[in-house]
């Protein structure tokens, strides 16, 4: 079975500052792996993934995740934040095969401040 | 862009009703999940569907569940006598390939 950990439930940076959201994963097979925000009263958009191709992903709104099998982390970065990128944060792995079900982790919720 | 469509965005029932709620896929996708997400906890993976079947489903996913595609584009999830511990946000998501694409759920409120 797969697992995701998120280490820290609330993050907060300033604007401009360096957001590092970090992700562990458990999986007994080769996962793929996903980053997805969700705004207040909003469904959950994709903001990057892993599927094995490149281990450095690059996503949406300047976002980007590395993927480190050593580590068995997916951490998300932004060089600078900024006030829209207050949300919460879900990691997930999946397995790449069969139907490739979404487990989810509990979150990290990024307070940007002024 | 296509997107996944649910309805109603909010459903309010009395604890021993059922309720059905409602999702349109992106029309090309073939594989199609339900979600689960109560207030302040992690979202929770319900059940997955393909080739008309159920493929997958969790614990949480008992017997007053069900899921339905009635025709080609419809994906519907039943719950025959709501409890108070339904109360929560549901997401449907489909996918082709990876990623699954996320509807943005339906708030289900059990008094």
């Known amino acids: 079975a797969q697992s995701v950990t998120q280490l820290g439930s609330h993050v907060s940076v300033s604007e401009g500052a360096l957001v590092l959201l970090r992700c562990n994963y458990s999986s007994s097979v080769p996962p793929y792996l996903f980053w997805y925000v969700q705004y207040p009263n909003q469904g959950l958009q994709l903001l990057l993934k892993?599927?094995?191709?490149?281990?450095l992903v690059k996503g949406i709104n300047g976002f980007e995740a590395e993927f480190k099998k050593s580590e068995t982390s997916f951490h998300l970065t932004k060089p600078s934040a900024h006030m829209s990128d207050a949300a919460e944060y879900f990691c997930?792995?999946?397995?790449?095969?069969?139907?490739?079900?979404?487990?989810f982790g509990t979150g990290t919720r990024l307070t940007i401040i002024p | 862009e296509p997107e996944v469509t649910q309805t109603p965005s909010h459903q309010v029932t009395q604890m021993g009703q059922e309720v059905i709620l409602r999702c349109v896929p992106i029309?090309?996708?073939?594989?199609f999940y339900w979600y689960r997400q109560i207030l302040g906890q992690k979202v929770e993976f319900l059940v997955s569907?393909?080739?008309?079947?159920?493929?997958?489903k969790s614990e949480i996913f008992d017997d007053q569940f069900s899921v339905e595609r009635p025709d080609g584009s419809n994906f519907t999830l039943k719950i025959r006598s709501t409890k108070l511990e339904d109360s929560a946000m549901y997401f449907c998501a489909s996918r082709v390939n990876q990623p699954q694409h996320f509807g943005d759920g339906t708030r289900l409120s059990i008094l």
């Open positions: 029309s090309n996708h073939l594989y």
């Open positions: 997930a792995v999946s397995l790449s095969f069969g139907n490739e079900k979404l487990t």
């Open positions: 569907f393909y080739n008309n079947e159920i493929s997958e």
């Open positions: 892993y599927t094995s191709a490149a281990t």
